[in-house]
């Protein structure tokens, strides 16, 4: 039964969620008017500015010292870098529709592989209701991938963002097993240093490549990508990775992880709503059997880390 211990990491999951499915929006609207590289370079930043200044305000607290950082360095290699290349390249070759879809079965990656690395093995009644989950996800993919009219599938799309699920999996993993070593803060700040640091790498080597190093700061001219990166790198950065960071440390790998097919209902109704992107009967199927498959899943969940 539902433990009260887990109500604050519950409401994390489903507040990160809710910003995660928007961001699915905000990403679209960025690659019309920035490659890949130069929107999660700016968005990273922000979020690295944000936290900093945080920490030199002392709003937050960081503090590495003798703590194993190598093992920070795995996970911020497989997110957000491997993990977010292949999401914003799913999101570019696809539609924010599909990159909502595919990227709800890392419930199920995530449940495999915190049986096997972390022994945290759901209990059936979770496991139906898991299923239960994804069985809405599939409804989604098999009735829309059958309509032409969609126009939400794509294989480079679906390849990246299969991809994107696997590394989104062993985040969860890690992160869950470093949490016993860091605060949730530190994971985070972390997370968004590396990020910064490696993508503005990249975008920078490309200007100068290119030659056209000055206009480095031309895009934020566009409202639009201004608005897309403060959402991005603020609210779907910072914010939505600390809530995760945040529960992954108070409750199991597998009940936290099926909370981000809420962001598969968001993104649906944020595409219909701002993208003009079509929405099916079985669009509304799909988001009652995933709602009812959170539910389950975190009505029936065992005990959880104290708080």
Known sequence: MLNNKKFKPYMSCIAASIIFGFSFMFSKKALEAAGPFE???FRFGAAFLTLSLMALLGI?????????????FLLSFTHPFLYFICETYGIKFGSTLQAGIMLALIPIFVAVLAAWFLKEIPSAIQVVFIILSVAGVMLIIILGSSSASTGTVSIAGTGFLLL????????????????????????????????????????????????????????????????????????????????????????????????????????????????????????????????????????????????
């Open 39 to 41: 929107l999660l370079s």
């Open 164 to 307: 994107a699920v696997l590394a989104a999996a062993v985040y969860n993993i890690l992160s869950r097993k470093l949490s016993t070593d860091f605060t949730p803060m530190e994971i985070t700040y972390f997370m968004m240093a590396f990020g910064a640091v490696l993508f503005n790498g990249i975008s920078v080597a490309g200007h100068v490549r290119d030659n056209s190093l000055s206009s480095y700061f031309s895009l934020f001219a566009d409202p639009n990508f201004s608005l897309s990166i403060l959402y991005l790198g603020v609210l779907s950065s910072s914010v939505a990775f600390l809530l995760i960071n945040y529960s992954l440390s108070k409750i199991k790998a597998s009940e936290n992880a099926v909370f981000s097919n809420l962001s598969t209902i968001v993104s649906i109704l944020a595409g219909v709503a701002f993208m003009n992107e079509p929405f099916f009967w079985y669009h509304l199927a799909g988001a009652a059997l995933i709602l009812a498959g959170v539910w389950g899943t975190s009505y029936f969940g065992g005990a959880s880390q104290d708080e």
């Open 60 to 72: 937050i607290r960081i503090d590495y010292r003798n703590k194993p950082l190598k093992s920070l």
